[in-house]
């Protein structure tokens, strides 16, 4: 059973940083691409960035420059760290793997304020 759990979210004035964390069990975590998608309320699921099991990287632009995400085989987890942090980046953060099949996480909070 896949099973994929999030960490790191919280409150972050802006212009602060977090680092999202995703462990992932009951999958060869090697073979998969890992994700990160967010969801604003109101708004569409989105991709944020994306990293393959080649390591190849992928982001969306309007986190291109502030946000790096990474993968970690030996610890089967993969990262989010989110630098200069902006309201607009409050979400809720999920963790996604794909390969044959897709899987989510449950999400975790991020809220950017003053």
């Excluded at 994929?4 to 802006?14: A, C, D, I």
């Excluded at 942090?85 to 953060?93: M, Q």
């Amino acid at each position: 059973q896949v099973q994929l759990v999030e960490s790191g979210g919280g409150l972050v004035q802006p212009g602060g940083s977090l680092r999202l964390s995703c462990a992932a069990s009951g999958m060869i975590f090697s073979f998969y691409s890992m994700g990160w998608y967010r969801q604003a309320p109101g708004k569409q699921r989105e991709l944020v960035a994306s990293v393959t099991s080649g390591t190849n990287t992928n982001y969306a632009e309007f986190v291109k420059g502030r946000f790096t995400i990474s993968r970690d085989n030996t610890k089967n987890t993969v990262y989010l760290q989110m630098n200069g942090l902006k309201p607009e980046d409050t979400a809720v953060y999920y963790c996604h793997a794909v390969r044959n099949m897709q899987y989510w996480g449950q999400g975790t909070q991020v809220t950017v304020s003053s």
